[in-house]
């Protein structure tokens, strides 16, 4: 068996130009690079699938060496459903953000700023249970 270089050339640029597009800020990008990687894996698993042979469906005049495996089909479907289900989540997120900030931008929240240069420290909570909030003994540390 042979693979098609060109099918494999596309599905490389697929996953390549999805994830460029997932490390951008743009809420929309971030679809658009999922949708990219969601396509390019769906050529994968076709490409990884087999040689092509013909359709699964019993005739005792063909050799069963000679029928496609369907799992590779059924697992490409079951992916389109699931990256379906995902975009329009994320879709919905974009819909939302924009309706309440007008921003499709991802932007710095300033306490995680903070925490990652050093100027700012959180503080450990040491809280110790209560009696009447656990049925198991609370020891008291001295």
Request: charged share 20%.
């Amino acid at each position: 068996m042979t693979v098609s270089l060109v099918l494999v050339v596309v599905m490389a640029a697929l996953i390549a130009c999805g994830v460029y597009l997932l490390l951008e800020r743009s809420l929309t990008r971030v679809v658009l690079g999922f949708l990219l990687i969601g396509n390019g894996v769906n050529l994968l698993i076709l490409i990884m699938g087999g040689p092509s042979g013909f359709a699964p469906i019993y005739d005792e005049s063909l050799d069963p060496g000679e029928y496609n495996d369907p799992l590779p089909q059924a697992l490409i479907l079951t992916a389109i459903v699931i990256t379906f289900a995902v975009s329009a989540f994320l879709l919905a997120l974009i819909y939302r953000s924009w309706r309440l900030a007008n921003a499709d931008d991802v932007s710095d929240d300033a306490d995680d700023v903070a925490l990652r240069s050093g100027t700012l420290t959180m503080p450990i909570e040491e809280v110790s249970p209560d009696e009447g909030d656990t049925d198991f003994p609370v020891e008291v540390s001295r």
